[in-house]
């Protein structure tokens, strides 16, 4: 399982998640998917207020079977991170 958080850049976890499975980003097309394909289940993935709006955009073009709740958990993830400057949603590994 790769959890959820968002942190302030001073590195206080605002909030946190469970996240994804690995095996549900197993296989994406890294051409439709960069941001996706790029989340690492052993180690940790930040995403900045730069890559949110793009990130949001890959899922929003997930299939239905790739979907469920952890998509919603990454978008409530990335609008706490844009209620409050210096924020990034962690996707944390193993």
Sequence with gaps: MIDLQVRHESG?????????????????????????????????????????????????????DRSGPWVDAVRDMCRIAEEVSHRYVWFVGD
């Design 12 to 64: 206080d976890i605002v909030a946190r998640s469970p996240g994804v499975h690995w095996e549900q980003l197993a296989g994406l097309d890294p051409a439709e998917f960069p941001l996706l394909v790029g989340v690492c289940p052993f180690a940790d993935t930040v995403f900045n207020a730069f890559q949110r709006p793009m990130l949001l955009a890959e899922l929003d073009r997930l299939d239905a």
